[in-house]
């Protein structure tokens, strides 16, 4: 396994795409909400329109999949990244709420087809043992968007408006598109189903079964990710904590450390070797911010969410696409977000109620429990699997 390179120049070209795409969405993440509300947009709608990525995203899940296994994941990916630059060059140039909308579902379509094919692409351009590697380095790029991109993003609303931007934002994405151009796929990639490229087919053409339970699993965990990540700070207004906003720094320090380690092991050891100790892990995370109320537990939280939902998450992910026949690794990707995709837009709505309802503290212990859950269905899962095995 050690001598298996991980680095050669397609990876290095993904991972520059991925990085390029990542810090381009991310810039203007933030700025969703407060660009519909002063273009006259009530907050309810500003909040829609925020989260119209991740809805759009969802509803294109079940195609995306098969489209990147018949269509050709050189093609689709460049269609996805140029689809992000022209939407955030729209949203810069129409200073208009309804094109707003239009613009926001079309980077959303984009999402979904662009996770799929990049991580299907990752697994074919490095070498099976290092799947996990591979998947860990590219989830690195996504932990250094959501640290840096929301901070430049603001600053640059700041100085140049809403729409300067969004113009920057374009002028990355389309960064991001001529190298998806350039980039060249192996022959292996470009493997096409024995349908002749027609998006007919039974449910199970769509869904890769093996995945099911591993995106179950990592749904779980970005419940208590995307609940932490939407509440913290008010938490942090709640019980009086300065210090709150740096649970995103220590967040992303720790996944950034943790996630290119946690994918030599899992090539190394598999699965559970990383996700049963790391879900642990994070689970502790939540329990110290729910009963230490001071920064400490905040700091806590951060640093365990980082270390153990970013590792946890990465080796769930390689598992999806280890191993998958070159002709159905699209479905497999496609197939394991679609419980982060759920569970990332229903998380904050139940968060938002026990938030309400009984405090802080019930808060993340209902982030625990989400963890938990998680944790004891890839425990059983595994069992299962070992038992038809035998």
């Given amino acids: 396994?050690?001598?298996?390179?991980?680095?050669?120049?397609?990876?290095?070209?993904?991972?520059?795409?991925?990085?390029?795409?990542?810090?381009?969405?991310?810039?203007?993440?933030?700025?969703?909400?407060?660009?519909?509300?002063?273009?006259?947009?009530?907050?309810?709608?500003?909040?829609?329109?925020?989260?119209?990525?991740?809805?759009?995203?969802?509803?294109?899940?079940?195609?995306?999949?098969?489209?990147?296994?018949?269509?050709?994941?050189?093609?689709?990916?460049?269609?996805?990244?140029?689809?992000?630059?022209?939407?955030a060059l729209?949203?810069?140039?129409?200073?208009?709420?309804?094109?707003?909308?239009?613009?926001?579902?079309?980077?959303?379509?984009?999402?979904?087809?662009?996770?799929?094919?990049?991580?299907?692409?990752?697994?074919?351009?490095?070498?099976?043992?290092?799947?996990g590697s591979g998947v860990g380095w590219l989830g690195v790029a996504y932990t250094i968007?959501?640290?840096?991109?929301?901070?430049?993003?603001?600053?640059?609303?700041?100085?140049?408006?809403?729409?300067?931007?969004?113009a920057t934002s374009g002028a990355l994405?389309?960064?991001?598109?001529?190298?998806?151009?350039?980039?060249?796929?192996?022959?292996?990639?470009?493997?096409?189903?024995?349908?002749?490229?027609?998006?007919?087919?039974?449910?199970?053409?769509?869904?890769?079964?093996?995945?099911?339970?591993?995106?179950?699993?990592?749904?779980l965990l970005m419940v208590a990710q995307g609940v932490t990540s939407s509440f913290v700070l008010v938490v942090g207004e709640m019980r009086g904590i300065e210090g709150a906003p740096l649970y995103f720094l220590l967040y992303s320090l720790a996944t950034?450390?943790?996630?290119?380690?946690a994918g030599r092991i899992s090539d190394a050891r598999g699965v559970h070797a990383v996700a049963v100790p790391m879900m642990m892990l994070?689970?502790?995370?939540?329990?110290?911010?729910?009963?230490?109320?001071?920064?400490?537990?905040?700091?806590?939280?951060?640093?365990?969410?980082g270390a153990g939902q970013g590792s946890a998450y990465c080796a769930l992910q390689a598992e999806s696409v280890r191993g998958v026949s070159k002709d159905r690794v699209g479905r497999a990707a496609n197939t394991f977000y679609l419980g982060p995709d759920l569970c990332m837009g229903l998380g904050p709505v139940l968060g938002g109620f026990v938030l309400q309802a009984a405090g802080a503290a019930a808060l993340f212990l209902f982030n625990a429990t989400a963890v938990l859950t998680g944790l004891g269905l890839l425990v059983v899962c595994g069992r299962r699997r070992a038992d038809s095995a035998s």
Avoid at 5 to 26: D, M
Avoid at 116 to 127: D, E, H, K, R
Avoid at 256 to 261: E, I, S, V
Avoid at 285 to 304: E, R, T
């Fill in 1 to 87: 396994m050690g001598s298996a390179k991980l680095w050669n120049t397609r990876f290095a070209q993904l991972f520059c795409i991925e990085a390029t795409l990542q810090f381009g969405l991310y810039l203007t993440r933030p700025l969703i909400a407060g660009y519909a509300v002063s273009l006259g947009a009530s907050l309810t709608l500003a909040g829609f329109l925020a989260g119209l990525l991740a809805a759009a995203a969802l509803a294109a899940r079940p195609a995306s999949g098969i489209v990147a296994d018949r269509l050709g994941k050189k093609n689709l990916l460049s269609v996805s990244c140029g689809l992000f630059a022209v939407s």
């Fill in 90 to 131: 729209g949203c810069a140039l129409f200073r208009s709420i309804p094109l707003m909308a239009l613009f926001l579902t079309l980077q959303g379509f984009a999402f979904a087809f662009k996770s799929t094919v990049v991580v299907s692409l990752a697994s074919l351009v490095v070498p099976e043992e290092r799947v």
């Fill in 145 to 166: 968007a959501c640290a840096l991109g929301p901070a430049f993003g603001s600053l640059v609303g700041d100085m140049a408006g809403y729409a300067g931007a969004f």
């Fill in 173 to 219: 994405l389309s960064a991001g598109f001529v190298m998806a151009v350039l980039f060249k796929t192996p022959p292996a990639a470009e493997v096409r189903a024995s349908s002749g490229g027609r998006l007919r087919g039974k449910p199970s053409d769509w869904l890769y079964g093996p995945a099911l339970p591993l995106s179950a699993v990592a749904g």
């Fill in 256 to 261: 950034a450390t943790a996630r290119p380690l």
């Fill in 282 to 305: 994070a689970a502790f995370g939540m329990l110290a911010a729910a009963f230490v109320d001071s920064f400490a537990g905040i700091a806590a939280a951060g640093v365990c969410m």
